[in-house]
Nanobody
Framework: QVQLTETGGGLVQAGGSLRLSCAAS????????MAWFRQAPGKEREFVAA??????????YYADSVKDRFTIFRDNVKNTVYLQMNSLEPEDTAVYYC????????????????WGQGTQVTVSS
């Protein structure tokens, strides 16, 4: 059974940091692209970051709004993908979702097959 479990959300002041984790089943981790999306109240789910790998080659992709502040990386041993979030802003407040098994565009939510349940990130001003 494919399963993604996000942890690490919480309440943080502006300028602070959080690290989100997405633990995946081994079968899910065989997918060569995983991503983080977020959804704020009243807004559509939006792309945050993605990581793709082929053998030892790893590529990362970021939304412009988080570039230079967020970092996506993975731990193959733990079957986990992380999102390190620094210099957080109130605009980063959202539920963050992990996604896997991409079927096309890395930035398109509809092109991912599996999703976690989400973890809330709240940044206070």
């Amino acid at each position: 059974q494919v399963q993604l479990t996000e942890t690490g959300g919480g309440l943080v002041q502006a300028g602070g940091s959080l690290r989100l984790s997405c633990a995946a089943s081994a079968r899910t981790f065989s997918s060569n692209t995983m991503a983080w999306f977020r959804q704020a109240p009243g807004k559509e789910r939006e792309f945050v970051a993605a990581i793709s790998w082929s053998g030892v080659v790893v590529d990362t992709y970021y939304a412009d709004s988080v570039k230079d502040r967020f970092t996506i990386f993975r731990d193959n041993v733990k079957n986990t993908v992380y999102l390190q979030m620094n210099s957080l802003e109130p605009e980063d407040t959202a539920v963050y979702y992990c996604a896997s098994n991409n079927r096309g565009r890395r930035w398109a939510a509809e092109d991912y097959v599996y999703w976690g349940q989400g973890t809330q990130v709240t940044v206070s001003s």
